[in-house]
C-alpha cells in the first residue's frame, strides 16, 4: 500500500460526458502527478501540482484539467469524452516538488461508451 | 527527453539473479537514471535511482556504466512477486518539475 488512495476503482460513462477523478497523496506529500496509461500509448505524464501551483504538463489535453485544493488532495476533470480516453489513470505523490521517489496510487479504469 | 532503451521482455528462474539491462546514450550530464515496475494490476512502484555511482537499497542494485551510456538493475534473487514490467526512466533534474517519462519496459517473467 502506497498510501497514495484514488476515486473511484472503476468508472463506466459515455461519449461526450465529463467525470471527476480524486486523489489523496501520502501525508506529507507536497507534489500531486496524474498519468494515463493505455494500452496504445503506454504510460504518459499528463500534470504535475505543487502545494496547489501547477508545475509541469505533459501531454494533457485542451479537455482535461486539474487542480490541488487546500488539503492538498487533487482531482482530475475529463470533459467531452470520447472512446479514446477510456484507460487506467494514475495518481502519484512525492514530498517535494522535486522529489525523487513517486509514490502510485491503484489507479482509476475509466470506460467510455 | 533523452530515450532509453530496454529489451521488451525477459525471463528468469526463481531465486536466481537477474540483471536487467537499459541503454540510453543520449543522456546528459543532468539526467538520472530511475527505475520503476509495476506489478499485474498494481500502479508502478519506485525501485532505485542514481547519477553517477552505483547504487544498492533493499530491492535491489543499480549498476551505472562509466560513461553513463547505460545502466543495469539487478535483482539478486527473483522471487514470484518480482514479476512485472520494469520501467527505465531518465529524469532531467529541474528545478520545479519530477515528471517521468516511461518507455515500454522489460516485462519479467520468473519462472519457478
Known amino acids: 500500500d502506497s498510501g497514495v488512495t484514488q476515486t473511484p476503482k472503476h468508472l463506466i460513462t459515455a461519449t461526450g460526458q465529463r467525470v471527476t477523478l480524486r486523489c489523496s497523496p501520502r501525508?506529507?506529500?507536497?507534489?500531486v502527478y496524474w498519468y494515463q496509461q493505455s494500452l496504445d500509448q503506454g504510460l504518459q505524464f499528463l500534470i504535475q501540482y505543487y502545494n496547489g501551483e501547477e508545475r509541469a504538463k505533459g501531454n494533457i489535453l485542451e479537455r482535461f484539467s486539474a487542480q490541488q485544493f487546500p488539503d492538498l488532495h487533487s482531482e482530475l476533470n475529463l470533459s467531452s469524452l470520447e472512446l479514446g480516453d477510456s484507460a487506467l489513470y494514475f495518481c502519484?505523490?512525492?514530498?517535494?516538488?522535486?522529489?525523487?521517489?513517486?509514490?502510485f496510487g491503484p489507479g482509476t479504469r475509466l470506460t467510455v461508451t | 527527453d533523452a530515450k532509453t532503451t530496454q529489451p521488451n521482455s525477459m525471463e528468469s528462474n526463481e531465486e536466481e539473479p537477474v540483471h536487467l539491462p537499459c541503454n540510453h546514450s543520449t543522456i546528459s550530464g543532468t539526467d538520472y537514471i530511475h527505475w520503476y515496475r509495476q506489478l499485474p494490476s498494481q500502479g508502478p512502484e519506485y525501485v532505485i535511482h542514481g547519477l553517477t555511482s552505483n547504487v544498492n537499497n533493499r530491492m535491489a542494485s543499480l549498476a551505472i556504466a562509466e560513461d553513463r551510456k547505460s545502466s543495469t538493475l539487478i535483482l539478486h534473487r527473483a522471487t514470484l512477486r518480482d514479476a512485472a514490467v520494469y520501467y527505465c526512466?531518465?529524469?532531467?533534474?529541474?528545478?520545479?518539475?519530477?515528471?517521468?517519462?516511461f518507455g515500454t519496459g522489460t516485462r519479467l517473467t520468473v519462472i519457478p
Open positions: 501525508s506529507g506529500d507536497l507534489s
Open positions: 526512466i531518465l529524469r532531467r533534474d529541474q528545478t520545479g518539475a519530477n515528471n517521468l517519462f
Open positions: 502519484a505523490s512525492s514530498r517535494q516538488v522535486a522529489g525523487y521517489e513517486q509514490y
